[in-house]
């Protein structure tokens, strides 16, 4: 069904498609919620996990950047996804940059960005986390960046950043840093150990001042190729990260460069600037699960995202370190059954392999 309407939608150019895909999906959770249950619906108990203090009943997830302003959380969570992570948000509302902003790049499974932190603002959406803390009984995480203004830099980014937590982080089941959106010129300001020092360790007290138990993620940008070695940078990062007593991390954002394509540079250069996604990215993002899986000796859940599009690819990135799997490009090239897809494929492959739970297998190829 997805592939006749994914043919009407790639008539569109992408930002169109996803206003249209998204407006279809939020009819559809106030006009067919059962519907939706019966197209999507498969629960398994060995998908089950408890992370976070919360209960997961699976571990795929919707990427931020897909519903930016929280306004699918039902849609998402009939169509069977885990949890949800909404945003990013920023403190003040901001419109992102000029349109196009967003295109496909079917011949690579991927897509390229530059969106620019579009969204309606903290005080916008925490009423409708507020909703659905109260309805909708899943794990719904917000994902926080600085306002896209690059006047606001320094002790001023900072209290930005906490302006958003102090409005949202009550209403949310994990708080995601998005240190690494590669969209504004001042976006990876953080991902420099001195400064997510500072960042890090203004969000810890205040979480502490508010008394608040949620947990807090940092999400990474990718490594430049498949084989990277990591710099002693990285490794700062991650340091930085475990001393502020952080409680998981997200691998990874769209990547800055253009490694992997087989789409003519031509066209890659009339697109321009923007973070890509999907396939291409695939190799790498799994690449850092297991870096930080061995890094942190497994301690600390890990959330493992960019090219997961079927059940091996899930699979692969569970067993490198991820506790949990989110998608964005994938969704938009399977549509939503590929989620369901996922979730039966795992209990297949897990089945196949003599395993029960999804907790035995996360990380047992992280070497
Ligand atoms: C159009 C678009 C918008 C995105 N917006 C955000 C965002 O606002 N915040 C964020 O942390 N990540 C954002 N992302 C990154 C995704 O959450 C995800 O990390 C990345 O796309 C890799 O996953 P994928 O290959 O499954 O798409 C966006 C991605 C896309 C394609």
Redesign the pocket.
């Known amino acids: 069904m997805y592939s006749k309407l994914r043919s009407l939608l790639f008539a569109l150019d ?1 930002e169109s498609a ?1 206003f249209i895909g998204a407006g279809a999906a939020r009819f559809a959770q106030r006009a067919t919620p059962f519907m939706l249950n019966s197209m999507f619906e498969y629960a398994h108990p060995s998908l089950h996990q408890e992370l976070f203090g919360k209960t997961f009943s699976n571990p795929v997830g919707l ?4 519903d ?1 302003n929280a306004r699918m959380i039902p849609f998402f969570k009939k169509a069977g996804c885990g949890f949800v ?1 909404v ?2 948000v920023s403190a003040k509302k901001c419109k992102g940059n000029p349109r196009p902003r ?1 295109f496909r790049l079917p011949d690579d499974q ?2 390229i ?1 530059r ?1 620019g ?1 579009n ?1 309606a603002g903290a005080k916008a959406i925490r009423p409708r986390l507020e909703k659905a803390a109260g309805q909708i009984a899943f794990p719904v995480a917000v ?1 926080l ?1 600085k306002t896209h203004d690059p006047k606001i830099e320094g002790k001023a980014a900072i209290e930005d950043f906490c302006e958003s937590f102090r409005i949202l982080a009550p209403w949310a089941d994990y708080v ?1 840093l ?1 240190i ?2 590669p ?1 504004t010129a001042e976006g990876k300001t953080f991902e420099d150990p001195n400064s997510l020092d500072e960042l890090l360790s203004a969000i810890m007290t205040l979480r502490k001042e508010l008394a608040l138990e949620v947990p807090v993620v940092v ?1 990474f940008s990718p490594p430049l190729a498949e084989s990277f070695i990591l710099d002693s940078l990285f490794d700062e990062l991650i340091l930085v990260c475990l001393g502020h007593g952080i409680h998981g991390f ?1 691998a ?3 990547a800055s460069d253009r490694n992997g394509l087989v789409t003519s540079k031509e066209r890659i250069s009339k697109i321009g600037n923007g ?1 890509l ?3 291409p ?2 190799a790498r ?1 799994n690449g850092l699960v297991k870096y930080l899986y061995r890094k942190t000796s497994g301690k600390l859940p890990i959330i493992g ?5 079927n059940a091996a690819q899930a699979y692969e990135r569970i067993k490198s370190g991820a506790s949990l799997i ?7 090239y399977q549509g939503p059954g590929v989620i369901r897809d996922i979730k039966k494929g795992l209990v297949r492959l897990m089945e196949e392999e003599g395993h029960s739970s999804l907790t035995h297998i996360v990380g047992i190829e992280a070497k």
Do not use: D, P, W
Not at 63 to 66: D, Q, R, Y
Not at 305 to 309: E, H, L, M, N
């Open positions: 992408a996803h990427a931020a950047g897909f930016k992570e945003g990013s967003a991927a897509l960005n969106m932190l969204n994902n960046a995601a998005n690494s959106c969209n999400k997200i990874t954002n769209t973070g996604s999907g396939q990215i695939r993002a995202v960019g090219g997961i599009a989110q998608l964005y490009t994938g969704l938009v």
